[in-house]
């Protein structure tokens, strides 16, 4: 194989497919790259047999051809090769030269079959979605997915289609996040659990464009997403997801309007006064037009003051500050508004459409050493 590629077209597709390169793997070729000359085009490829990314650059091709390289070394030669033409030439021993300029490396490759492809993914029932729409809902909910292993499926989002509308949930036993957004066409209904880990490298390569769509496939066992030249491809998580219809109550006892930007920075400050570790609570005593924030650790002690509206019983409730903070910096608008019942019950912060949704529980109070 040769071809003679950009050096900033080998970089962009190697940025996107090394998502997918298997870093705790006994298979050295799970480690590699695959790159393919043929007449369509220059195809890189990555898959660690969970998550697989396709992609195609433009190049010349001289010799059609395939070949494996490891992609760290191969990733790393190629940010630190001048900002020119790169030719990439293959032995049939696998030795691979890559030249640029007046510099010239060489490095080993494997055989091109030894790779594991991707999955064959019927494009059929083809599901549009604006690239905007789906960045944005990883972005509004994939901070409460759990990295808890012994629980896959709160590693994991689930995914509600039903006739023009995507429902994305996501949970970790202390809060849930859920977003809603409208799709192009109308959809049979269809429910598919997708790994958290996807989803956190699509919306690092996706260029969430407006104008531009993300298509989905969806299998008994997997999902496909394919935008520009990129076709990623995940294995679904099995198993039926959790009912969370009977914790997300309209009931409340008592409801604030709050300046968001506000609370985010008082929250903000409360965490330079606890570590991870304490888990020590940030206080809140809600009062007719006021909330006084507290928060006491080993470290200090800060208070503060919010002016907010507030409709119902006046209230003490503590929360784990950075749950806070997580959902009110993927929220747009300038007022939020929270809906409680107790200082046990959890916290709802939600607009009037539902569009969002964001249920976080308490912490107690008793010990928060205030």
Known sequence: MKIICPKSQFLHGVNIVSKAVSTKTTMDILE???????????KLTANDTELGIETTITGDIVQPGKIALEAKLFSEIIKKIPDNDVILETEENGNTSIRCEQIHCNIMGKQGDDFSHLPVIEKENKITVSQYDL????????????DNENNKLMTGELFQIEDNQLTVTSLDGHRISVRKIA???????MEVIVPGKTLSEISKILPGEAKDSVNMYITDKHILFEFENTLVVSRLLEG????????????????????????????????????ESDKKPIILKIEDGKMDLMISSQIGSMQDQIQMEKEGKDLIIGFNPKFL????RVIDEEEI???????????????????????????????SGI
């Open 240 to 275: 039926k997801f959790y009912n969370i219809g009977q914790m997300l109550s309209t009931d409340y006892e008592t409801k604030i309007v709050i300046n968001k930007l506000e609370l985010l920075r008082c929250l903000d400050r409360s965490t330079l006064f606890v570590k």
């Open 337 to 367: 508004t929270m809906y409680m019942i107790n200082s046990i019950a959890p916290c709802i912060i939600r607009d009037e459409q539902v569009s969002y949704l964001y249920l976080i529980l308490p912490i107690n109070v008793n010990n």
């Open 325 to 328: 903070v997580d959902a009110l």
């Open 32 to 42: 590699c790259i695959l790159i393919e000359a043929y007449d369509g085009g220059i």
């Open 135 to 146: 960045k944005e809902v990883i972005r509004q909910t994939i901070f409460s997915v759990s």
């Open 183 to 189: 799709l192009q066409d109308n959809y049979p209904k």
